[in-house]
């Protein structure tokens, strides 16, 4: 089927998804990039939920067995918000199960994210799916894990990693089962933690850290001018690399 | 003094700055952020390259001895490309001396990059800094350091961290002082390692690695899903983690 207007529904649905607001709305995400694209197709957790393959104009089918539509330069350079030339995915949004202070947390390693910047959260959701995070809470302060730059970023990741949805940063509370560790400026050097299996690692917002309040092992990465600070993905990624090291 | 119009010349170079010919062209780059620059306006190393300052309407002028204008809001908002809201700075590029194969290096890390994509650039940049590289060299394929994206993920690190524009990644070879490390997919475990003082690291180009003719150890970072691999960001700081912990 083609799809000229910019005044069709489905267009208009698909368009929204460029914003949370519309991500939300609609229970579905849109992804870019030839690479991507071509994996998460492929992928067993992924192809079912693929619900349609938005192809520019006059190119070939993909390998699926979503709807595929094709799309007037207009209206596809409209959805390609990276450039990407090649055919773009809506997804179904897995479901977001709902993670309440205490409650209970699965067993190994646990990222808590605060991370504003989509880009930054996809690249610590990579770090996290690559170093095998048994789940990542997004708090409430985080950016959506499937906004198209966060799953570009996440390099698809975004749709592999179980998600949880916490409460505000100020509000987290550990069960007894697991260690809550804090990256910050200050504490201890990371390179002398000794992590236990189960570790719920927090991360921040970007030039915010994380609230005094929240009780649990401060960490900090000993860097050799002081002044400075990391990038708060990469930062993150440290410490995962740090625990995956160890176990 | 207050700048109304597009046409006028000192706002076509600063426009110009927003692309890496322009740069190049006017030897000046464009910083933004409040808290990046207010910090590169006190730094030791950049204040004196402070060439202008621009305000939005009706802002405070910033204790700065370079010269200030005042913007319309079309104009700034132009300049502006994150939306800060914040005074823009413009600063003289700082000189970046070529660096041919086989040159001598300065003792230490010595970083070389081949990242296409400005954020990634600005974020490992970022690291180098706060790890204490020696050096950064830019191979040809490298983006620019000195575009408002690298600037602003380089948290003005762009600016105080020596630089050197190097050659391809292909025809890199290095003097028999440093012990060349490539960053990969597959080669020994980055854990295992054990870092030399001199170093050369050598980043690749995101999706593409290192060129398999290059000399040198190659090391991959353990992930336990090895489907997967890091932001190119991410990847490098983790090993100049590595390096900085081991000396």
Redesign the interface.
Known sequence: MRIDSKDNPRFKTWLSLLESAGIRKAGLALASGG?IVNELIHHPKVRDLVEAVLLPPSSEKLPSAARQFELSDQLYERLDEYGTGSPLLVIKKPAIENWSSGDPLPEGLVVVAATSDP?NLG?LI??A????ASAVILTKECASAFLPKTIR?S?G?SFKVPLFSGPRLSELRFPPSHAPVMLDLKGKDL?EHKWLKNSAVVVGQE?QGVPESLVGERLH?????NL????V??AA??AL?SY??QK
């Open positions: 690479r880009a690249a990579r770090s799916h690559a170093f095998s970023a390099s990741s390179s030039g990465i000993r860097m050799s001018d400075e600070s990391l990038n993905a990469v990624s440290i690399y995956a090291n």
